[in-house]
């Protein structure tokens, strides 16, 4: 079957399926960082954990450090893992949404093609 003898709506589906995979791409990547994001805030959070009460604790503000409360730095890596947490899991219900769309549309367009060998 040549792409002039493909039926518009095979390459629909066809298009929809290079679709499919480039958001699975995107998704899968914005995964990869989030993932690197929660490993860097879950590391800050132990050095900030294992330092003394009394010590002297800085945070990074664009390109400068600047001096900071313990308690409060604590929290708002607690805040941020927790946001970082549910970007992670809405992306890998996505992942797996995508994933299985991708499956359904591969089987779909598999039987297509076989059923239009067989008629031929």
Do not use: C, H
């Amino acid at each position: 079957m040549s792409t002039a003898e493909v039926p518009p709506w095979l390459q629909e589906q066809l298009a929809r399926y290079e679709q499919l995979q480039a958001t699975l791409q995107s998704v899968l990547v914005q995964k990869q960082q989030v993932e690197a994001e929660l490993t860097e805030i879950k590391n800050a959070l132990e050095e900030l954990e294992g330092a003394p009460d009394g010590a002297e604790i800085f945070k990074q503000a664009g390109t400068i450090l600047v001096r900071s409360n313990k308690e409060k730095l604590e929290q708002e890596l607690k805040e941020r893992k927790e946001l970082a947490e549910t970007r992670l899991n809405i992306l890998s219900k996505q992942e797996e949404r995508l994933r299985q769309n991708l499956q359904e549309l591969q089987t779909k367009i598999r039987e297509v093609l076989e059923a239009g060998r067989k008629a031929s």
